[in-house]
Protein backbone atom coordinates (compact mmCIF):
# COMPACT_ATOMS: atom_id res chain seq x y z
CA UNK A 1 0.00 0.00 0.00
CA UNK A 2 1.11 3.57 -0.83
CA UNK A 3 1.66 6.01 1.79
CA UNK A 4 1.76 9.85 2.23
CA UNK A 5 4.89 10.52 5.12
CA UNK A 6 4.88 14.21 4.58
CA UNK A 7 3.56 17.26 3.49
CA UNK A 8 5.83 20.39 1.89
CA UNK A 9 4.09 23.64 1.65
CA UNK A 10 6.26 26.32 -0.21
CA UNK A 11 5.25 29.96 -2.23
CA UNK A 12 6.73 29.36 -5.52
CA UNK A 13 7.44 33.18 -6.41
CA UNK A 14 8.87 33.27 -10.14
CA UNK A 15 11.91 35.61 -8.88
CA UNK A 16 13.61 32.91 -6.93
CA UNK A 17 13.98 30.66 -10.10
CA UNK A 18 15.34 33.55 -11.94
CA UNK A 19 17.86 34.26 -8.82
CA UNK A 20 18.30 30.11 -9.49
CA UNK A 21 19.22 30.66 -12.73
CA UNK A 22 21.41 33.26 -13.25
CA UNK A 23 23.33 32.27 -10.32
CA UNK A 24 22.04 35.19 -8.27
CA UNK A 25 21.49 33.01 -4.51
CA UNK A 26 24.41 34.45 -3.12
CA UNK A 27 23.65 38.05 -3.47
CA UNK A 28 22.64 40.24 -0.21
CA UNK A 29 19.16 40.44 -1.25
CA UNK A 30 18.87 36.69 -1.67
CA UNK A 31 20.87 34.47 0.96
CA UNK A 32 18.39 35.08 3.59
CA UNK A 33 15.79 33.31 1.82
CA UNK A 34 18.18 30.92 -0.03
CA UNK A 35 19.61 30.14 3.66
CA UNK A 36 15.89 29.52 5.06
CA UNK A 37 15.34 26.68 2.92
CA UNK A 38 18.81 24.63 3.91
CA UNK A 39 17.28 22.72 6.57
CA UNK A 40 14.66 21.51 3.86
CA UNK A 41 17.11 20.31 1.28
CA UNK A 42 18.93 18.13 4.21
CA UNK A 43 16.01 16.78 4.90
CA UNK A 44 14.81 15.75 1.54
CA UNK A 45 18.10 14.58 0.67
CA UNK A 46 17.49 11.96 4.30
CA UNK A 47 13.68 11.55 3.78
CA UNK A 48 13.41 11.02 -0.13
CA UNK A 49 10.28 9.92 -1.33
CA UNK A 50 9.33 7.59 -4.21
CA UNK A 51 6.83 9.97 -5.61
CA UNK A 52 5.85 13.61 -5.25
CA UNK A 53 1.97 14.83 -5.39
CA UNK A 54 2.95 18.64 -6.53
CA UNK A 55 -0.38 21.04 -6.07
CA UNK A 56 0.56 24.47 -7.64
CA UNK A 57 -1.41 26.96 -9.97
CA UNK A 58 -0.09 27.22 -14.03
CA UNK A 59 0.70 30.50 -15.02
CA UNK A 60 -1.19 30.80 -18.36
CA UNK A 61 1.24 28.51 -19.88
CA UNK A 62 -0.86 25.19 -20.03
CA UNK A 63 -4.31 26.54 -19.85
CA UNK A 64 -5.11 30.21 -20.92
CA UNK A 65 -8.98 32.03 -20.73
CA UNK A 66 -9.96 29.58 -23.09
CA UNK A 67 -9.68 26.48 -20.96
CA UNK A 68 -9.49 27.09 -17.51
CA UNK A 69 -10.40 23.67 -15.32
CA UNK A 70 -10.70 24.07 -11.73
CA UNK A 71 -8.68 20.92 -10.73
CA UNK A 72 -6.05 19.08 -13.41
CA UNK A 73 -4.10 16.09 -12.52
CA UNK A 74 -1.03 15.19 -14.75
CA UNK A 75 -0.89 11.56 -15.96
CA UNK A 76 1.49 11.86 -18.65
CA UNK A 77 5.08 10.33 -18.42
CA UNK A 78 6.69 13.13 -18.54
CA UNK A 79 6.36 17.41 -18.35
CA UNK A 80 8.88 19.73 -20.16
CA UNK A 81 9.59 23.01 -18.59
CA UNK A 82 7.19 25.66 -20.00
CA UNK A 83 8.13 28.91 -22.23
CA UNK A 84 7.08 31.50 -20.20
CA UNK A 85 7.80 34.43 -22.02
CA UNK A 86 11.58 34.33 -21.91
CA UNK A 87 12.37 30.84 -23.51
CA UNK A 88 11.63 27.45 -20.58
CA UNK A 89 13.74 27.44 -17.42
CA UNK A 90 17.23 25.60 -17.54
CA UNK A 91 15.51 22.99 -15.18
CA UNK A 92 15.34 18.81 -15.84
CA UNK A 93 12.17 17.47 -17.71
CA UNK A 94 9.61 16.11 -15.18
CA UNK A 95 9.29 12.77 -15.25
CA UNK A 96 5.63 11.56 -13.84
CA UNK A 97 3.95 8.55 -12.63
CA UNK A 98 1.14 7.79 -15.09
CA UNK A 99 0.02 4.57 -13.22
CA UNK A 100 -0.30 6.79 -9.57
CA UNK A 101 -1.59 9.65 -11.56
CA UNK A 102 -4.63 7.38 -13.36
CA UNK A 103 -5.42 5.63 -9.88
CA UNK A 104 -5.92 8.60 -8.48
CA UNK A 105 -7.98 10.01 -11.03
CA UNK A 106 -10.30 7.12 -11.23
CA UNK A 107 -10.20 7.00 -7.58
CA UNK A 108 -11.08 10.74 -6.32
CA UNK A 109 -13.37 11.25 -9.14
CA UNK A 110 -15.36 8.07 -7.94
CA UNK A 111 -15.51 9.96 -4.78
CA UNK A 112 -17.76 12.72 -6.43
CA UNK A 113 -14.46 15.22 -7.39
CA UNK A 114 -14.42 16.47 -11.31
CA UNK A 115 -10.89 16.15 -12.29
CA UNK A 116 -9.08 17.19 -15.91
CA UNK A 117 -6.98 14.30 -16.68
CA UNK A 118 -4.02 16.14 -18.91
CA UNK A 119 -1.59 13.67 -20.75
CA UNK A 120 0.25 16.34 -22.26
CA UNK A 121 1.56 19.92 -20.13
CA UNK A 122 4.28 21.86 -20.09
CA UNK A 123 4.86 22.67 -16.18
CA UNK A 124 5.91 26.24 -15.07
CA UNK A 125 7.57 28.36 -12.35
CA UNK A 126 4.64 27.11 -10.08
CA UNK A 127 5.72 23.59 -9.95
CA UNK A 128 9.57 23.89 -11.00
CA UNK A 129 10.28 26.22 -7.89
CA UNK A 130 9.41 24.50 -5.08
CA UNK A 131 11.31 21.15 -6.88
CA UNK A 132 14.39 23.89 -7.18
CA UNK A 133 14.51 25.12 -3.45
CA UNK A 134 14.09 21.56 -1.53
CA UNK A 135 16.13 19.67 -4.07
CA UNK A 136 18.46 21.55 -5.73
CA UNK A 137 19.60 22.10 -9.44
CA UNK A 138 20.16 18.65 -10.47
CA UNK A 139 20.71 16.72 -13.45
CA UNK A 140 17.39 15.11 -13.00
CA UNK A 141 15.01 15.27 -10.23
CA UNK A 142 14.84 13.23 -7.31
CA UNK A 143 11.88 11.06 -8.33
CA UNK A 144 8.51 11.21 -10.27
CA UNK A 145 6.44 14.14 -9.68
CA UNK A 146 3.23 13.91 -10.60
CA UNK A 147 1.64 17.75 -10.77
CA UNK A 148 -1.88 18.81 -10.04
CA UNK A 149 -3.03 22.15 -11.39
CA UNK A 150 -5.77 23.94 -9.56
CA UNK A 151 -7.35 27.35 -11.03
CA UNK A 152 -6.39 30.07 -8.53
CA UNK A 153 -6.09 32.84 -11.35
CA UNK A 154 -9.56 33.35 -12.52
CA UNK A 155 -12.59 33.40 -10.70
CA UNK A 156 -15.29 31.30 -9.12
CA UNK A 157 -11.95 29.13 -7.79
CA UNK A 158 -12.59 26.68 -5.50
CA UNK A 159 -13.14 27.30 -2.04
CA UNK A 160 -10.42 26.27 1.07
CA UNK A 161 -13.05 23.60 2.08
CA UNK A 162 -13.25 22.39 -1.16
CA UNK A 163 -9.51 21.62 -1.60
CA UNK A 164 -9.32 20.39 2.08
CA UNK A 165 -11.93 17.38 1.17
CA UNK A 166 -10.46 16.88 -2.03
CA UNK A 167 -6.69 16.49 -0.03
CA UNK A 168 -9.23 13.75 2.29
CA UNK A 169 -10.27 11.86 -1.22
CA UNK A 170 -6.38 12.05 -2.00
CA UNK A 171 -4.94 10.68 0.74
CA UNK A 172 -7.71 7.90 0.57
CA UNK A 173 -6.93 7.49 -3.28
CA UNK A 174 -3.34 7.03 -2.61
CA UNK A 175 -3.58 4.43 0.18
CA UNK A 176 -5.31 2.48 -2.06
CA UNK A 177 -2.50 1.98 -4.43
CA UNK A 178 -1.62 -1.27 -4.26
CA UNK A 179 2.27 -0.82 -4.06
CA UNK A 180 4.37 -0.03 -1.46
CA UNK A 181 5.46 3.51 -2.44
CA UNK A 182 6.36 6.58 0.06
CA UNK A 183 4.79 10.03 -1.52
CA UNK A 184 5.10 13.42 -0.40
CA UNK A 185 2.31 15.91 -1.11
CA UNK A 186 2.99 19.42 -1.81
CA UNK A 187 1.17 22.65 -1.61
CA UNK A 188 2.56 25.57 -3.58
CA UNK A 189 1.96 29.52 -3.52
CA UNK A 190 1.01 32.21 -1.80
CA UNK A 191 1.56 34.07 0.29
CA UNK A 192 0.29 37.31 0.69
CA UNK A 193 0.71 39.47 -2.27
CA UNK A 194 -0.67 41.53 -4.78
CA UNK A 195 0.34 42.14 -8.39
CA UNK A 196 -1.96 44.92 -9.58
CA UNK A 197 -4.32 47.86 -8.51
CA UNK A 198 -3.73 50.09 -5.56
CA UNK A 199 -2.92 47.41 -3.17
CA UNK A 200 0.00 46.20 -5.41
CA UNK A 201 3.01 44.88 -3.60
CA UNK A 202 0.92 44.45 -0.36
CA UNK A 203 2.49 42.07 1.94
CA UNK A 204 0.97 41.01 5.61
CA UNK A 205 3.59 39.13 7.55
CA UNK A 206 1.19 39.19 10.80
CA UNK A 207 -1.50 37.51 9.27
CA UNK A 208 0.43 34.62 7.10
CA UNK A 209 2.14 33.89 9.67
CA UNK A 210 -1.60 33.45 12.06
CA UNK A 211 -2.53 31.44 9.32
CA UNK A 212 0.66 29.59 9.38
CA UNK A 213 -0.32 28.72 12.82
CA UNK A 214 -3.56 27.95 12.25
CA UNK A 215 -2.82 24.99 9.47
CA UNK A 216 -0.85 23.34 11.35
CA UNK A 217 -3.02 23.12 14.61
CA UNK A 218 -6.70 23.38 13.42
CA UNK A 219 -6.53 22.92 9.51
CA UNK A 220 -10.36 22.54 9.82
CA UNK A 221 -10.38 26.10 11.12
CA UNK A 222 -8.40 27.48 8.01
CA UNK A 223 -10.11 25.46 5.61
CA UNK A 224 -13.20 27.28 6.95
CA UNK A 225 -11.59 30.51 6.16
CA UNK A 226 -13.96 32.60 3.45
CA UNK A 227 -12.32 33.77 -0.13
CA UNK A 228 -12.92 37.34 0.76
CA UNK A 229 -10.69 37.01 3.73
CA UNK A 230 -7.55 35.94 1.78
CA UNK A 231 -8.52 38.89 -0.80
CA UNK A 232 -8.58 41.86 2.24
CA UNK A 233 -5.82 40.29 4.38
CA UNK A 234 -3.30 38.69 1.77
CA UNK A 235 -3.65 40.31 -1.07
CA UNK A 236 -5.70 39.25 -4.85
CA UNK A 237 -3.34 36.40 -5.32
CA UNK A 238 -3.22 35.25 -1.48
CA UNK A 239 -5.82 33.18 -2.54
CA UNK A 240 -3.04 30.72 -3.89
CA UNK A 241 -3.25 29.23 0.08
CA UNK A 242 -5.87 27.15 -0.64
CA UNK A 243 -4.08 24.82 -2.67
CA UNK A 244 -1.84 24.49 0.36
CA UNK A 245 -5.35 23.19 2.12
CA UNK A 246 -5.19 19.78 -0.38
CA UNK A 247 -1.92 18.81 0.89
CA UNK A 248 -2.93 19.80 4.39
CA UNK A 249 -5.94 17.39 3.85
CA UNK A 250 -4.16 14.56 2.99
CA UNK A 251 -2.01 14.18 6.52
CA UNK A 252 -3.03 11.45 9.25
CA UNK A 253 -4.26 13.70 11.90
CA UNK A 254 -6.87 14.94 9.81
CA UNK A 255 -8.18 10.89 9.04
CA UNK A 256 -8.52 10.58 13.15
CA UNK A 257 -4.55 9.65 13.43
CA UNK A 258 -1.75 11.69 15.52
CA UNK A 259 -0.92 14.78 14.94
CA UNK A 260 2.14 15.81 12.24
CA UNK A 261 5.62 16.50 13.41
CA UNK A 262 6.83 19.84 12.54
CA UNK A 263 9.90 19.17 11.04
CA UNK A 264 10.78 22.97 9.42
CA UNK A 265 9.08 26.19 9.37
CA UNK A 266 10.33 29.27 7.82
CA UNK A 267 8.91 32.69 6.53
CA UNK A 268 10.60 35.29 4.92
CA UNK A 269 9.43 38.68 3.34
CA UNK A 270 10.20 40.27 0.96
CA UNK A 271 10.76 38.04 -2.03
CA UNK A 272 10.34 40.07 -4.86
CA UNK A 273 6.64 41.35 -4.20
CA UNK A 274 5.89 38.25 -1.91
CA UNK A 275 5.73 37.10 1.79
CA UNK A 276 7.25 33.54 1.19
CA UNK A 277 5.99 30.58 3.69
CA UNK A 278 7.18 27.69 4.06
CA UNK A 279 6.24 24.29 6.02
CA UNK A 280 7.25 20.36 6.18
CA UNK A 281 4.69 18.38 8.77
CA UNK A 282 5.47 15.03 8.86
CA UNK A 283 3.05 11.82 9.31
CA UNK A 284 3.64 10.11 12.57
Not at 148 to 154: C, K, R, S
Request: proline content about 8%; charged content about 20%.
Amino acid sequence: MAKITASVYTSHVPAIGAAIDTGKTTDPYWVPLFKGYEPSRSWMEASKPDVIFLVYNDHATAFSLEMIPTFAIGCAAEFKPADEGYGPRPVPTVIGHPELASHIAQSVIQDDFDLTIVNKMDVDHGLTVPLNLLCGSPDAWPCPVIPFAVNVVQYPVPSGRRCYNLGKAIRKAIESYDEALKVQIWGTGGMSHQLQGPRAGLINREWDNAWLDTLIADPEAAAAVPHIDYVREAGSEGIELVMWLIARGAMDDVAGGPAPKLAHRFYHVPASNTGVGHLILENQ
